[in-house]
C-alpha cells in the first residue's frame, strides 16, 4: 500500500523568504501522481502543483516550485519569496497511475506554515 | 460558475441520529470521492464513486453509506454506527488525473 509522509508538522518563515516542505511516500508503482495542496483557514483545498512520475524536470507554479526525487520518493514543496497569504497548512498528496487507476489520493498528515510579518 | 457545492457547511447531530451530508457538481465529472479530516490528520478516503450506480469503499468506510443515482451528486451518510462522527467532511470530484474539492461540512456531534 501506498504511504505519504510529512515530517514537519509545523514550519514558520519570515515573510519574503524561502522556505521549503518535505514530503517523502512509498510506493511500488512506476507510473503515478504527486501533488501538494493548500488549505488556508477558510479550509478551501486549493492545488499549489503536481508532478508527473515519468517527467524528470521538476515542476514550477509562479513561486512554487518542487524538488522530486525519483529514486529517493521524496517530493519537497520550496516557496519562495513568502507571502503572508501563503500562511496554510500544506499537504503533500500521491495519485496512483496505472491501468485501473482509481484517481483516489492518498494524503500525508499535513505541515502548518506560519510566514510572519 | 462551474464547481462542487457542499451543505450544509455547519451541521449538528445528536448522537445516535443519522445525517446525510450532500455533495452536488456541475462539471460533468464521472467519478467522486468523499474524505474525512480529523485534526492533526491529513485527508482519508470513506467513499468513492466513478460512474454512475457503482461506488466503492474507502480506507474508513465503517459507519457511513453513499448513493451514486446521478452524475452530479453524491451524498454521504453518517449512521449512527460510526464512533467518532464529529469531523470536516470533503467532497472531491475528478477529471483525468486532478481532484477539484468542495468547500467542506464541519460535523459536530453532541
Known amino acids: 500500500a501506498q504511504t505519504v509522509t510529512q515530517s514537519q508538522p509545523e514550519m514558520s518563515v519570515q515573510e519574503a523568504e524561502t522556505v521549503t516542505l518535505s514530503c517523502t511516500y512509498d510506493?511500488?508503482?512506476?507510473?503515478?501522481?504527486l501533488f501538494w495542496y493548500k488549505q488556508p483557514p477558510s479550509r478551501q483545498m486549493i492545488l499549489v502543483i503536481r508532478?508527473?512520475?515519468?517527467?524528470?524536470q521538476n515542476a514550477t507554479e509562479n513561486r512554487f516550485s518542487v524538488n522530486f526525487q525519483k529514486a529517493a520518493k521524496s517530493f519537497s514543496l520550496k516557496i519562495s519569496d513568502s507571502q503572508l497569504g501563503d500562511t496554510a497548512m500544506y499537504f503533500c498528496?500521491?495519485?496512483?497511475?496505472?491501468?485501473?487507476?482509481?484517481?483516489?489520493?492518498?494524503f500525508g498528515q499535513g505541515t502548518t506554515l506560519q510566514v510572519k510579518p | 460558475d462551474g464547481g462542487i457545492t457542499q451543505s450544509p457547511k455547519y451541521l449538528f447531530r445528536k448522537e445516535g441520529q443519522n445525517v446525510t451530508l450532500s455533495c452536488e457538481q456541475n462539471?460533468?465529472?464521472?467519478?467522486m470521492y468523499w474524505y474525512r479530516q480529523d485534526p492533526g490528520q491529513g485527508l482519508r478516503l470513506i467513499y468513492y464513486?466513478?460512474?454512475?450506480?457503482?461506488?466503492q469503499k474507502g480506507d474508513i468506510a465503517e459507519g457511513y453509506s453513499v448513493s451514486r443515482e446521478k452524475k452530479e451528486s453524491f451524498p454521504l451518510t453518517v449512521t449512527s454506527a460510526q464512533k467518532n462522527p464529529t469531523a470536516f467532511y470533503l467532497c472531491?470530484?475528478?477529471?483525468?488525473?486532478?481532484?477539484?474539492f468542495g468547500p467542506g461540512t464541519r460535523l459536530t456531534v453532541l
Open positions: 472531491a470530484s475528478r477529471r483525468n488525473n486532478e481532484q477539484f
Open positions: 510506493t511500488s508503482e512506476s507510473n503515478y501522481y
Open positions: 464513486s466513478q460512474i454512475v450506480n457503482d461506488f
Open positions: 498528496a500521491f495519485m496512483g497511475g496505472g491501468s485501473g487507476n482509481t484517481g483516489k489520493l492518498i
Open positions: 462539471l460533468n465529472h464521472d467519478a
Open positions: 508532478q508527473e512520475a515519468y517527467k524528470q
